[in-house]
């Protein structure tokens, strides 16, 4: 069965900082990985995906992740945060099996200070 | 161009009460879902379903119980609420059953229960 750890429940960083939110994960075939973010009283919407085309994988609002086979991990990254950016973030993992359901981390809440 | 539809937004119940949590979406989704969300523990899995007539239980099934007569909607059922029940539900749905696309979620539920 699949699994996800975000290192992290708490990361702050200054405005115009560089982003940084880990993701493991553990899968025993090759996964279908994906982030969310969450703003305040709101539901999840997607950042990105990974599904095997790419390992960098380019998102909205600046985010990226690179998915790394050897080190099962799947790290969120942006060069320059914003106010804007504070969220919580999760890490969630498929195994692209027919019936599959989706798992997902406990989250990383990121605050921006200025 | 709706979406994910949960209602209520809001609910406050008794121990021992049941209630039915709603669930719809206008996309022909096949995939659909159920997760709740509380502090420190991300979102965890409580029923899916990956075409009418088809369900399957998730992490934390316990307590709940789901039909999928048609492809739009997937309720979620409290059978005799309980206090660990208090929680942000969250209905979300897919394309494909197969866990490679994103999956869209509704604004979420807050229960309490008192």
Known sequence: ?114 | NAGVTQTPKFQVLKTGQSMTLQCAQDMNHEYMSWYRQDPGMGLRLIHYSVGAGITDQGEVPNGYNVSRSTTEDFPLRLLSAAPSQTSVYFCASSPDTLGNSPLHFGNGTRLTVT
Not at chain 1, 4 to 24: D, I, P
Not at chain 1, 82 to 90: I, L, R, V
Request: aromatic letters at 12%; hydrophobic letters at 40%; proline letters at 4%.
């Open chain 1, 1 to 114: 069965a699949q699994s996800v750890t975000q290192l992290g429940s708490h990361v702050s960083v200054s405005e115009g900082a560089l982003v940084l939110l880990r993701c493991n994960y553990s899968s025993s075939v090759p996964p279908y990985l994906f982030w969310y973010v969450q703003y305040p009283n709101q539901g999840l919407q997607l950042l990105l995906k990974y599904t095997s085309a790419a390992t960098l994988v380019k998102g909205i609002n600046g985010f990226e992740a690179e998915f790394k086979k050897s080190e099962t991990s799947f790290h969120l990254t942006k060069p320059s945060a914003h106010m804007s950016d504070a969220a919580e973030y999760f890490c969630a993992v498929s195994d692209g099996q027919a019936g599959t359901a989706l798992i997902f981390g406990k989250g990383t809440t990121l605050s921006v200070s200025s």
